[in-house]
């Protein structure tokens, strides 16, 4: 099972790629993530990505493509995984296309959470994520049991940097502009499926496990 979880920044591709994971038993893997894990153990990566992430801008094409590849090719993507941010421009959709391709394979489905401009600067604003293991909460929607600090890991959690309001509306622009394409190329490819994603989040999820078992 290989799937692309397309959607703006903040729509939940995260907090659905980590439940389809969990249930299905693939890896998640999300660009964002190992950005930020990279800035956070002060790796020349990360370093540079911070860069572009702290303007809301995509990190090029350059500094990305060869890495999700690179993971693409461990043992346990054998069985499928869960790209969440990734890919985020038409080239790097059809630079995976070819490493696909290369080894025979396809994607399976791009599922498309669909959420409006309106609701996500409202989102962000209340998430909060941990600093330790990447656990993502909402203080009024999905808050921790633990209050300011992780459910999971205990470490504390915190606002993310590009999540300011003046990061969000950017984001957004550049999703617009960079991003949204990909829904035309997966569907020329057949494979977009598209969710409400302005439910709540466990009847999201319900909806994704009916395309995914139809
Ligand atoms: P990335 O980390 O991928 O950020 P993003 O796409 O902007 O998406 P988010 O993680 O902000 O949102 P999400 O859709 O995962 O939502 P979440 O589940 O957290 O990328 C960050 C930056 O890295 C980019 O801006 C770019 O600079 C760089 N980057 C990453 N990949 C790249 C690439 N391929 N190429 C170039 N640059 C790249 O949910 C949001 C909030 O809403 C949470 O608080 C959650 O609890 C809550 N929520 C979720 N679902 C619901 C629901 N149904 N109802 C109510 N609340 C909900
Ligand atoms: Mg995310
Ligand atoms: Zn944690």
Do not use: W
């Amino acid at each position: 099972m290989k799937i692309v979880m397309l959607g703006a920044p903040g729509a939940g591709k995260g907090t659905q790629a980590k439940m389809i994971a969990a249930k299905y038993e693939v890896p998640h893997i999300s660009t964002g993530d190992i950005f930020r894990a990279n800035i956070k153990n002060g790796t020349e990566l990360g370093r540079k990505a911070k860069e572009y992430m702290d303007q809301g801008l995509l990190v090029p094409d350059e500094l990305t493509v060869d890495l999700v590849i690179d993971r693409l090719s461990q043992e346990d993507c054998k069985k499928g995984y869960i790209l969440d941010g990734f890919p985020r421009t038409i080239p790097q959709a059809e630079a995976l296309d070819a490493a696909l391709a290369k080894r025979g394979e396809k994607m399976d489905y791009a599922i498309d959470v669909d959420v409006p401009d309106e609701n996500i600067v409202n989102r962000m604003s209340g998430r909060r994520a941990c600093t330790g293991c990447g656990a993502t909460y909402h203080i009024v929607h999905n808050p921790s049991g633990k209050g300011d600090v992780c459910e999971v890991c205990g470490e504390v959690l915190v606002l993310r940097d590009d999540d300011k309001p003046e990061t969000v509306q950017k984001r957004l622009t550049v999703y617009h502009d960079q991003t949204q394409p990909l829904i035309d190329y997966y569907t020329t490819q057949g494979i977009l499926k598209a969710v409400d994603g302005t439910q709540d989040m466990n009847d999201v999820f319900t909806a994704i496990t009916k395309i995914l078992e139809a």
